[in-house]
């Protein structure tokens, strides 16, 4: 089926693809609700795990990841079954969907960025950070939601007050347009240099420090382990928003392997970050063993 040459019937593939995702996001949410539970946990039970900013930034960007999959199974379950939900109710699901999915890339570099901090300024970073985190996770969040609430007003200005409280039988999502696509590039790349940037600073400083030498494979690892994870979420979300939605096999199929991409990296972000603290590894084992 090809949408040049033949009609295309974009509710069909949107409700086949939403199927589809169900199960995925199902899978999804279900690890990282069990490792977001187990870290919380831990953190929030050890005094000086709490006191380490990456631990709060780890805590937050997995709520997102498990926030995420759980909006994803909510939002794509009323498209697959065709619940004729109200359209406001889609577009707030959406909407609290696709903020939260920005918070995992806004975690991820801030956690880039409290790293940097931490390496080359080890003596001045600590309590800077200590005393400025939460007004600085505080001012990212307010940002990230309202920019998301303007698009979201500019886009959803068209439709009658009547045509928004009425039900719809498929799921329409709103900043869909070309402005909303724009925008969600430009934020993804600006997230993506500030993680970008602050890993360069850090190999920088770690080779002029002897870290990054021939027999310290570990460190080199690690870093190229990140810039992978990162860019498995990086990548399948722009091409995603540069292409849009479009019917055919070959688009949905396209569609699938991107979100399958995706939603792996999700589900490894607690093994790749989470683990890499030696503190918390130790006591984050024995809870995951109990809770399985």
């Known amino acids: 089926m090809n949408a040049s040459s033949e009609h295309c019937n974009i509710s069909d593939w949107l409700r086949l693809e939403a199927t589809a995702k169900v199960s995925v996001y ?6 990282a609700t069990l490792i977001t539970v187990a870290v919380i946990a831990v ?3 050890d005094v000086r795990l709490r006191k380490e900013s990456r631990h709060i930034l780890l805590c937050h960007h997995l709520l997102c990841i498990s926030s995420y999959c759980g909006l994803g199974v909510v939002f794509q379950g009323m498209r697959a079954s065709l619940a004729n939900s109200p359209l406001l109710l889609c577009w707030l699901v959406f909407g609290a969907q696709l903020s939260v999915g920005e918070g995992i890339l806004l975690t991820l570099a801030l956690m880039a960025v409290n790293s940097y901090l931490t390496i080359c300024w080890p003596l001045k970073s600590p309590s800077f950070v200590d005393s400025a985190k939460y007004k600085i996770l505080a001012g990212a969040w307010a940002t990230v939601t309202l920019k998301n609430v303007c698009l979201f007003l500019v886009e959803g200005a068209d439709p009658t007050p009547a045509a928004i409280l009425g039900s719809v039988p498929l799921c329409p999502v709103i900043l869909n347009g070309t402005a909303a696509r724009v ?7 600006l997230l993506l240099s500030v993680i970008l940037v602050s890993y360069c600073l850090i190999y ?11 027999s310290n494979i570990k460190a080199r690892r690690t870093v190229l382990i990140h810039l992978v994870q990162i860019s498995l979420h990086v990548m399948p979300t722009l091409i995603f928003i540069g292409l849009g939605k479009k019917c055919g096999v070959f688009f949905f199929a396209l569609n699938l392997m991107l979100f399958g991409v995706f939603a792996f990296a999700q589900c490894f972000n607690p093994l ?6 030696r503190a918390l590894k130790s006591k984050l084992c024995p809870w995951l063993c109990a809770m399985v």
Do not use: P, W
């Open 204 to 214: 920088r400083e770690g080779k002029r420090a002897g870290h990054f030498n021939r």
């Open 183 to 189: 925008t969600g590039i430009l934020s993804l790349s």
């Open 272 to 277: 790749v970050y989470g683990l890499q603290s």
């Open 43 to 45: 953190v929030s039970r």
């Open 26 to 31: 199902v899978i999804a949410c279900s690890f």
